[in-house]
């Protein structure tokens, strides 16, 4: 039998990029997957045959550019393909929205809507991206350990220093103003229009159950804007053969180094010796030890499930049980048989405003309006859709003409008041697209085929616990020194040998590597 | 406002005093009579009958129940057999002590917990992936302590069935006037003497009985303040008075672990995971920061420092749980711990006190002072360090054929 130095469970996006460094360094690693194939929430499947769907994330993710270089990804296949504009917003007037990359040609489209916002629009890029330059470096740190009493202990704050610097004064206080507000007291400090405050703040509530009038939901926008890359509020474009092919040059890369990866081959205990992680227990009943595990599964699942509870400290299991998960959102896969008409746009524009993101949230108070049933356990009556169609860049993933549109649909929330998702799913898919209708009237006619993921099946099929994306929302308050739970934010779980690697730690989701490589480098400093 | 407790039409119509205090939400009385001395003399030489509904109660039952109770608790609940009552502590991640109580195993998957404070959400954050039902059935049964010598004379007489033989912390299911009740040979005064818990629409009917036959065994009811006295002298350490549930701290300083408190024999750190394994191991290793002790206080020393002022000895009427300092020498200049509560003990003919010291001036025969304050003016009493019990009779655990006199197997140095 093999020797293994580290054992990693899951092969998820950031599974593999930890698999990747850590092979890197010499260390010899297993990956141990449950699904037949890697990748986790980023995967490409043909859902129906012909048509090369991301099931769950979609468009470029946000996989850091200094991972990419790293693991040389472009050179194992991983092309993207940038769009622009960034956004699509139709509005039910038959006017519409579009974000471009260039910010004067942004102000161009905002001017049809208010003169004042447009001129505002330039000053609050211009901050909004020295803020998130913050965010994202912060994003690139291990957490402070605070302590759980206090913040006595100033030394704990120094990895901070490095993102803050540059910052200056004036733009410190900035930060710490806006990140605990709401998303929308933001905007409305700068806009008047509230279709252009709907379009700008949707991306900050699409990964979380909070509506844009929750406090921190400013933060979640700074952490999109941060991570996109495209100086502005979300990412745009594909990745060449789905998100499946991101995780599949990810676990190329991480082979070629050494690592090892086994599919179809679920964890169901860690075992633990002489109050050390020990090694793990396969479905199959095989063990397989090491002296050291990763966890690249959800903080509830690995603390609550794979470790046995009852032999884990009280104020551990506490602290998981807290963490807030709730996921909200339904995936609507569409197969189509050409490109759809959106009413408020030309045929010949079609094409070249569509290929980014495109957004149904028409106002900011739609998008409240939206989040309000979520509090009662209700689905949104008028949902927030968040669209791409990637066969507009990459017609590779349908047959001839063909397109697919993808949709997330929000709030959907986890746990219905009334009735189960199976009772209420169709009437779910009714709501959404009879809301796509309003904007794209001949839908329902170009659909060939039709997949839907309500949150019970995003949970089943991709062990996310509530069908959070996250591993836990995206929250203020289990953000850094917090994420998963106080006083383990440093990849360290309480169980000596065993670290955490997925978005369930710092910095948090979307497919940006981060956590996996953050969790290596830790790792690494352990190992030396 | 506080609530009656099941018992309580039958308190309030004995309690002449109306002195009342709140214990948990409900009235107790502190003493029955203007003053508690025949109450505390009823537990030595006769029974004394104290109303405890007001402990919190709680049912376990299930496959997982002795799991999660070992989970929780410091005591080895697998040795625990159906039947048997046992003592013991439960503390947080840090080993700091959070409640004591008894619990008794009523069957192989069946236990019943007492505490001094809420603790269904303790117990319910610790049973994840446990098949294990847990009750708060504090409301649902009333509780009585029947203590002292002719206490079991006394049950014998009015059980259906015998308890004669009824052994130290063991439990049995009988009927008193009919009316079924769970009895425990337990209690908080280190007497001989019984807990009796019974649904609360019965609780009326089992007092009248015991009141209807008590006289005969020189029964009375009795109050807080004749119970504190005993269970000092019994050494037992209370919640609130010797110590504070680290759930209610809120400071580092306030919080004891079970090792500091004398409950050390309560810890099994040889059984699987418990909350506060890690922490208590490793301060058994290191020992234990502060020793739980009595001290006897030297009379003469108290005579000495009242005669200052032209004063004849005084002596506190009722036992007192505030925090004193305990100093080594007679300066005041070198603290070494504080005595928690102390009680003038009629039976002894002793001033004694619990108390918390350093493990250099624990030592048994150790010579420590108390602060005491005379009319404004503070003074060091000498005291001599002594093993607790102060106070303890072999009727306690003995049986039916143990001499019922007032001897003492436990006490000064
Ligand atoms: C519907 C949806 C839409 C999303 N859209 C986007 C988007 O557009 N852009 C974006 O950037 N992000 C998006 N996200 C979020 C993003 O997909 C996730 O945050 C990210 O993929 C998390 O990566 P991870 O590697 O940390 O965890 P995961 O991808 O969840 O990987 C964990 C892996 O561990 C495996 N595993 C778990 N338990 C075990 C076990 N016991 N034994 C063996 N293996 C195990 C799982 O099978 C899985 O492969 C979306 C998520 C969802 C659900």
Known sequence: MANYDILIVGAGHNGLVAAAYLAKAGQRVLVLEKQPGVGGAAVSEELSPGYHFSTCADGTGYLAPEIQKDLGLAGRGLSILPADPVVFAPLPDGNHLTFWRDTARTAGEIERLSKRDAERYPAFVELMGRVATVVGGIARITPPDLPDVGLGDLRAMLPLAGPLRGLGRKHVSDLLRILPMPVADLLDEYFESDALKGAIAASAVRDITWGPQEAGTAYTFLYNWALAGTGLFRSAGVVKGGMGALTKSLAAAASALGAEIRTDAAVERILVEAGRAAGVLLAGGERIEAPLLVSNADPRSTFLELLDPTLQSARTVQHVRNIKYRGSAARIHLALSELPEFTSLAANEAPSRLCGAIQIAPSLTYLQRAYDCVKYGEFSPRPYLDLSIPTLLDPGLAPDGHHILSITAKYAPYSLRDGDWETRREAFVKTVLDTLAEYAPKIRDLVVHQHVFTPIDLEERFSLPEANPHHGEMTLDQFLHMRPIPGHARYRAPLPGLYLCGAGAHPGGNVTGLPGRNAAREILADKR | ?413
Not at chain 2, 135 to 153: C, F, I, K, M, W
């Open chain 2, 1 to 413: 406002m506080p609530l009656p407790t099941p018992f309580h039409s039958r308190t309030a119509a004995c309690c002449t005093s109306q002195s009342w205090q709140e214990w948990s939400g409900y009235l107790a009385a502190n003493s029955y009579q203007m003053e508690h001395i025949q109450e505390y003399i009823a537990v030595r030489t006769g029974s004394a009958l104290f109303d405890v509904s007001p402990l919190y109660k709680y049912h376990l039952r299930g496959r997982d129940a002795a799991r999660l109770l070992d989970r929780v608790v410091t005591r080895d609940v697998s040795k625990c057999r159906t039947g048997q009552v046992i003592y013991t502590a439960w503390c947080d991640d840090d080993g700091k002590i959070i409640d004591d109580g008894t619990l008794a195993r009523v069957g192989e998957d069946f236990f019943r917990l007492t505490a001094a404070i809420p603790t269904l959400d303790w117990l319910q954050q610790n049973a994840l992936a446990m098949q294990v039902e847990i009750e708060d059935v504090s409301p649902d049964y009333g509780a009585l302590a029947l203590q002292g010598p002719t206490s079991r004379a006394l049950l014998q007489s009015l059980v259906e069935g015998d308890i004669s033989d009824l052994g130290y912390f063991r439990i049995v299911d009988e009927k008193i006037a009919g009316v079924p009740l769970r009895i425990s040979r337990t209690g908080f005064t280190g007497d001989l003497g019984y807990e009796l818990f019974v649904e609360a629409e019965h609780a009326e009917t089992l007092w009248d009985a015991l009141l209807e036959h008590g006289l005969d065994y020189q029964m009375r009811p009795a109050g807080l303040q004749a119970l504190d006295m005993a269970r000092i002298e019994a050494g037992l350490v209370q919640l609130d008075a010797d110590f504070t549930s680290t759930r209610q701290t809120i400071f580092d300083a306030q919080r004891n672990t079970p090792y500091e408190l004398g409950l050390g024999w309560t810890v099994k750190l040889g059984k699987d995971f418990f909350v506060g394994q890690e922490a208590l191991r490793a301060e058994k290793a290191r020992g234990p920061a502060l020793q739980t002790v009595g001290i006897v206080i030297d009379l003469a020393g108290v005579e000495s420092a009242y005669s200052k002022f032209g004063m004849p000895l005084h002596l506190p009427y009722t036992s007192w749980n505030e925090a004193t300092p305990i100093y080594s020498d007679g300066d005041r200049r070198n603290q070494v711990g504080k005595a928690t509560s102390g009680t003038w003990s009629p039976i002894l003919k002793q001033y004694v006190a619990m108390t918390r010291l350093k493990p250099q001036n624990a030592a048994l025969g150790s010579r420590v002072y108390i602060e005491q304050s005379i009319e404004g003016k503070r003074f060091a009493v000498p005291a001599q360090v002594v093993a607790m019990p102060f106070f303890d009779p072999p009727r306690k655990r003995g049986d039916a054929n143990t001499p019922n006199t007032p001897g003492n197997s436990g006490g000064s140095a």
